[in-house]
T-cell receptor, first 113, second 111 residues
Framework: GDSVTQMEGPVTLSEEAFLTINCTYTATGYPSLFWYVQYPGEGLQLLLKATKADDKGSNKGFEATYRKETTSFHLEKGSVQVSDSAVYFCALSANNAGNMLTFGGGTRLMVKP | SQTIHQWPATLVQPVGSPLSLECTVEGTSNPNLYWYRQAAGRGLQLLFY??????ISSEVPQNLSASRPQDRQFILSSKKLLLSDSGFYLCAWMAGFYGYTFGSGTRLTVV
C-alpha cells in the first residue's frame, strides 16, 4: 500500500537557520504530494502541494519539489522564525476514488530565539 | 465560502461510555468527508471516509463507527469507549480535487 516516511523529530533550530525536513513516499501511479502544518492545539492547514513530477510547491517561504526519481518531497525554508514552530506532516493522495490522504508520522519543529 | 465545523473541541469521557462527535460542512454539496485520528505523539490515521449519504468506508477495524445521515454531516460514534480511543480527532472534506480542509479537531481523553 501507499506510505509516507518522514524524518523523526523533534527538530530544534535557532531563529534564521536553514530548515530541511525529509519526506519520501511509496505509491503506485502518480500521487499528489502535500505538506500540512499543525500549530499547537489546532487542526491541520495545507502549507503547500505539488501534483506532478518536478513541480515545486511554495508558501510562506517554504518550498518542496516533487522528485519522482528519488520519490521524495523534502520541505525547506531558508530562514526559520519562532512562529514556524509546529508539527509538519508530509502526505500523499493517490488520486483514487476516495481521494484519501496518507500521512507521514509528522515532524515537530522547535525554533528558539 | 466553504467552512467546516467540528465539535466539541475537548471531551473527557469515562471508559465504557458512549461517544458522538459531529462534523458539518457549509457552502458545498456532496463533499467527500473523512475522519482521522492522531494519537499522542504519532501521525494521522484515517478511520472512515464517505463519498455520499449513507456511504461509509472503514479503514481500520475498531470499536468506532461513522454515519452520514445528511449530505454535509458526518458523525463519529462509539457505544463503549476504550482507553486506547484517546486522541485528537479531525474531520476533513475534499475542497476540490487536490485540497483537503480540516476542522479544528476534538481532543478526546478517555479516563
Amino acid at each position: 500500500g501507499d506510505s509516507v516516511t518522514q524524518m523523526e523529530g523533534p527538530v530544534t533550530l535557532s531563529e534564521e537557520a536553514f530548515l530541511t525536513i525529509n519526506c519520501t513516499y511509496t505509491a503506485t501511479g502518480y500521487p499528489s504530494l502535500f505538506w500540512y502544518v499543525q500549530y499547537p492545539g489546532e487542526g491541520l492547514q495545507l502549507l503547500l502541494k505539488a501534483t506532478k513530477a518536478d513541480d515545486k510547491g511554495s508558501n510562506k517561504g517554504f518550498e518542496a519539489t516533487y522528485r519522482k526519481e528519488t520519490t521524495s518531497f523534502h520541505l525547506e525554508k531558508g530562514s526559520v522564525q519562532v512562529s514556524d514552530s509546529a508539527v509538519y506532516f508530509c502526505a500523499l493522495s493517490a488520486n483514487n476514488a476516495g481521494n484519501m490522504l496518507t500521512f507521514g508520522g509528522g515532524t515537530r519543529l522547535m525554533v528558539k530565539p | 465560502s466553504q467552512t467546516i465545523h467540528q465539535w466539541p473541541a475537548t471531551l473527557v469521557q469515562p471508559v465504557g461510555s458512549p461517544l458522538s462527535l459531529e462534523c458539518t460542512v457549509e457552502g458545498t454539496s456532496n463533499p467527500n468527508l473523512y475522519w482521522y485520528r492522531q494519537a499522542a505523539g504519532r501521525g494521522l490515521q484515517l478511520l472512515f471516509y464517505s463519498v455520499g449519504i449513507g456511504q461509509i468506508s472503514s479503514e481500520v477495524p475498531q470499536n468506532l463507527s461513522a454515519s452520514r445521515p445528511q449530505d454535509r454531516q458526518f458523525i463519529l460514534s462509539s457505544k463503549k469507549l476504550l482507553l486506547s480511543d484517546s486522541g485528537f480527532y479531525l474531520c476533513a472534506w475534499m475542497a476540490g480535487f487536490y485540497g483537503y480542509t480540516f476542522g479544528s479537531g476534538t481532543r478526546l481523553t478517555v479516563v
